[in-house]
Nanobody, 127 residues
Framework: QLHLVESGGGLVQAGGSLRLSCAAS????????LGWFRQAPGKEREFIAS????????SYADSVKGRFTISRDNAKNEVFLQMNRLKPEDTAVYYC????????????????????WGQGTQVTVSS
């Protein structure tokens, strides 16, 4: 079992930055692929970024490529999402997710791949 708790969300103006954190407990994080997803009201959950177990491979949605960066610290059992140049359309609840796997991040872009989810953190970007 893997327990995930997100933090770092909030209200920010367009063009600003936020750094989301996801703390894991229950098992060492180093054998889990991890991802960030978001869901806006009335929309489906959307893939944002993924990272493989070691951090050597990352993948991003086109909508955030060049603005967001996913990273992880396995020693501290945490995964991060650095979000820069935020836009109003980035407003959503952001979730981190985990899967016990050693596969490349390219294969972790679908929500159906993941077995563990956090409760989400709200990010609101004002125009």
């Amino acid at each position: 079992q893997l327990h995930l708790v997100e933090s770092g969300g909030g209200l920010v103006q367009a063009g600003g930055s936020l750094r989301l954190s996801c703390a894991a407990s229950g098992n060492p994080l180093g054998v889990y692929g991890l991802g960030w997803f978001r869901q806006a009201p009335g929309k489906e959950r959307e893939f944002i970024a993924s990272i493989n177990h070691s951090g050597s491979s990352t993948s991003y949605a086109d909508s955030v490529k060049g603005r967001f960066t996913i990273s992880r610290d396995n020693a501290k059992n945490e995964v991060f999402l650095q979000m820069n140049r935020l836009k109003p359309e980035d407003t959503a609840v952001y979730y981190c997710a985990g899967k016990l796997t050693l596969i490349d991040s390219l294969f972790l872009t679908s929500a159906t791949k993941y077995d563990y989810w956090g409760q989400g953190t709200q990010v609101t970007v004002s125009s």
